[in-house]
């Protein structure tokens, strides 16, 4: 299992977070999502994937990820 903090761009307030960890909860092989809007950042656990698929993810959702 991986586990890797990525600074989040495009999240406009605590809403983008929510609808952004709710949306990656969905996803196959992400065991654990935690955004926040505060930070800018999220905190995310996956197994069986490789980090440009975890940010694929996230730039599907309309947001984009990069190494923190």
Do not use: P, W
């Not at 991986?2 to 065991?31: F, P, Q, S, W, Y």
């Not at 975890?54 to 990069?66: L, M, P, Q, R, W």
């Amino acid at each position: 299992m991986e586990k890797v903090t990525l600074k989040i761009d495009g999240m406009h307030c605590d809403n983008c977070a929510k609808r952004l960890e709710k949306a990656l909860l969905t996803k196959e092989n992400i065991k654990t999502a935690k955004v926040d809007f505060a930070s800018q950042t999220a905190i995310i656990t996956y197994d069986n994937l490789s980090l440009n698929k975890v940010k694929e993810y996230i730039s599907d959702i309309g947001f984009s990820a990069t190494a923190k």
